[in-house]
């Protein structure tokens, strides 16, 4: 059982830059992989960007490469997610979320999901 929360979402100007943190809560939280997700109003939840349990692999959806960076702390039991070059489509709730073992960039994989974190970008 692993217990989720997002912080460090807020309103920032496009091209500016932000970094959403999610703490997790539980046992064995460096067997997890860990992915951001995010939803715009009336869309579907996208995936965002994953990190492997060990942090050996990354991977990214290519409407933030290049842009987002995704990391993880396992002695601290975080990870975050650094965003930079926003843009106006970037506005969405971001949401981090832990699956046991492998990456997968399948929303419906995940078992655990934090509150998520409203994040606004203005033009």
């Known amino acids: 059982q692993v217990q989720l929360v997002e912080s460090g979402g807020g309103l920032v100007e496009a091209g500016g830059s932000l970094r959403l943190s999610c703490a997790a809560s539980g046992r064995a939280f460096s067997n997890y992989a860990m992915t951001w997700f995010r939803q715009r109003p009336g869309k579907e939840r996208d995936f965002v960007a994953t990190?492997?349990?060990?942090?050996?692999?990354?991977y990214y959806a290519d409407s933030v490469k290049g842009r987002f960076t995704i990391s993880r702390d396992n002695a601290q039991n975080t990870v975050a997610l650094q965003m930079n070059s926003l843009k106006p489509e970037d506005t969405a709730v971001y949401y981090c979320?832990?699956?046991?073992?492998?990456?997968?960039?399948?929303?419906?994989?995940?078992?655990?999901w934090g509150q998520g974190t409203q994040v606004t970008v203005s033009s």
């Open positions: 979320a832990a699956h046991w073992g492998v990456v997968s960039t399948t929303a419906s994989d995940y078992n655990y």
């Open positions: 990190i492997s349990y060990n942090g050996g692999k990354t």
